[in-house]
């Protein structure tokens, strides 16, 4: 069980575009997606955080106006970073919280933004 | 602030011993407690858990320590061995069943042969 699919692995934007990141809970339903970033050699670092149909709460210092969350179903969440800028460069990972505590540790594969 | 420290940054132990990464915290309400592993361009695997009613835990190779008083835990791997090599990270829920971690900075293990 907890089985978590994240796509892109990874990704190389122009500066000033926008990319979409996909998080999907292929055997469990997540009425919880959280989203964490990690910037080379640092910690990981919660971003957001986002309940099946309503607005997602952010962290303090991250945009929310930059990064777009959508959680429309209850095994699909998707991360957008907007306007890409090279200092978005990072590695993106999300993970699903279900109803039952066990899901609550798992995590994606992680996505590569690389912004140029 | 960092509510979750990890201090040593790398550790090097040779195969067969015993590896001991250290984890420390400054928020009493944190109440559950994990360890992940981790290679680059990966997600976070999950190793080992413990709740703070408990000070061990163990789960073959892998044992974990809680000491509250001091809000200190620690990983032990025993015996270890190359495949550990990985950046090990220690995490803390915040407390309600929540979910959502606070992570330490990460340790690099390297298990040499």
């Known amino acids: 069980g907890a089985v978590v699919s994240q796509h892109p692995s990874w990704v190389i934007c122009k500066s000033g575009t926008s990319v979409k990141i996909e998080c999907r809970s292929l055997d469990f339903q997540a009425t919880t997606m959280f989203w964490y970033r990690q910037f080379p050699k640092q910690s990981l670092m919660l971003m957001a955080t986002s309940n099946e149909g309503s607005k997602a709460t952010y962290e303090q210092g991250v945009e929310k106006d930059k990064f777009l969350i959508n959680h429309a179903s209850l095994t699909l969440s998707t991360l957008t970073v907007t306007s890409a800028h090279p200092e978005d460069s990072s590695f993106y990972i999300c993970?699903?919280?279900?109803?039952?505590?066990?899901?609550?540790?798992?995590f994606g594969s992680g996505t590569r933004l690389t912004v140029v | 602030d960092q509510q979750v420290k990890q201090n040593s940054p790398s550790l090097s132990v040779q195969e067969g011993r015993i590896s001991i990464l250290n984890c420390d915290y400054t928020n009493s309400m944190f109440d559950y407690f994990l360890w992940y592993k981790k290679y680059p361009a990966e997600g976070p695997t999950f190793l080992i858990s413990?709740?703070?009613?408990?000070d061990k835990n163990e789960d073959g190779r892998f044992t974990v320590f809680l000491n509250k008083s001091a809000k200190h835990l620690s990983l032990h791997i025993v015996p270890s061995q190359p495949g550990d090599s990985a950046v090990y990270f220690c995490a803390a829920e915040v407390y309600g069943n929540t979910g959502k971690l606070i992570f330490g900075q990460g340790t690099t293990l390297q298990v040499k042969p």
């Open positions: 993970s699903p919280v279900g109803s039952a505590l066990y899901y609550g540790y798992t």
């Open positions: 413990i709740s703070s009613i408990k």
